[in-house]
């Protein structure tokens, strides 16, 4: 079945540090891939999306680019700062009507 | 984008009662989804809501514990019923942006945060 896998956090940068949060899919066909980002005490956001290989999604100084060959979609930020601190959730959808989740990686950024 | 919100934005509650959280949509949408979050986890579906319909559970929730009204294509509540401290958790709506013409991205409440004493 369709599953994403990404790295277990904690992640503890300093700010400016460079940032990738690794994540990888199953999944039959040909899925759309987000990330979804969420603040201490809010809901999900969507923070990039790519629909196709190739695709770059961006947005915030985040991007991600959608590896059909290594079934990749891995977030990097080049300097990250304080309010970056959330948790990062990569997900995938195929077009049908549920959005797979990916466990989550809680990120800090110190001063 | 979706705006969504969700009432209440957190409740402690006692073992036995029942919760009813709403979930309000400034547009129409086809699609409505319930979360949970527990404690430092990623999101598990419980169901989804179609308008005119009866929701469609996950494996692992039932209507009867989780009950969800879907009236109209910019509304729905769950509630949470006869709860126990195991219900403790963050409870999620989501709309998707299929109405929109769009791809298939998910919007989100800012989610109500359930303590269960």
């Known amino acids: 079945g369709n599953s994403v896998t990404q790295m277990e956090g904690p992640v503890t940068l300093s700010e400016e540090a460079f940032l990738t949060i690794n994540c990888t899919y199953t999944a039959t066909g040909y899925p759309s891939l987000f990330w979804y980002v969420q603040y201490p005490g809010e809901g999900l956001q969507l923070l990039l999306k790519?629909?196709?290989?190739?695709d770059k999604g961006s947005n915030k100084g985040f991007e991600a680019t959608y590896r059909k060959e290594t079934t990749s979609f891995h977030l990097e930020k080049g300097s990250v700062q304080v309010s970056d601190s959330a948790v990062y959730f990569c997900a995938l959808n195929t077009g049908g009507f549920k959005t797979i989740f990916g466990a989550g990686t809680r990120l800090f950024v110190k001063a | 984008s979706a705006v969504i919100s969700q009432k209440p934005s957190r409740d402690i509650c006692q073992r036995g009662t029942s919760l009813t959280i709403q979930c309000q949509v400034d547009?129409?949408?086809?699609?409505m989804f319930w979360y949970r979050q527990q404690p430092g986890q990623s999101l598990t579906l419980i169901a989804t809501?179609?308008?005119?319909?009866?929701?469609?559970?996950e494996s692992g929730f039932v209507i009867d514990k989780f009950p969800i009204s879907r009236p109209n294509l910019t509304f729905s509540t769950l509630t949470v019923s006869n709860m126990s401290p195991e219900d403790s958790s963050i409870y999620l709506c989501?709309?998707?942006?299929?109405?929109?013409?769009?791809?298939?991205?998910?919007?989100f409440g800012p989610g109500t945060r359930l303590t269960v004493l």
């Open positions: 547009s129409q949408v086809t699609m």
């Open positions: 989501s709309a998707d942006s299929r109405d929109r013409g769009s791809t298939d991205t998910q919007y």
């Open positions: 809501a179609n308008q005119g319909s009866e929701a469609t559970y």
């Open positions: 790519a629909t196709k290989a190739d």
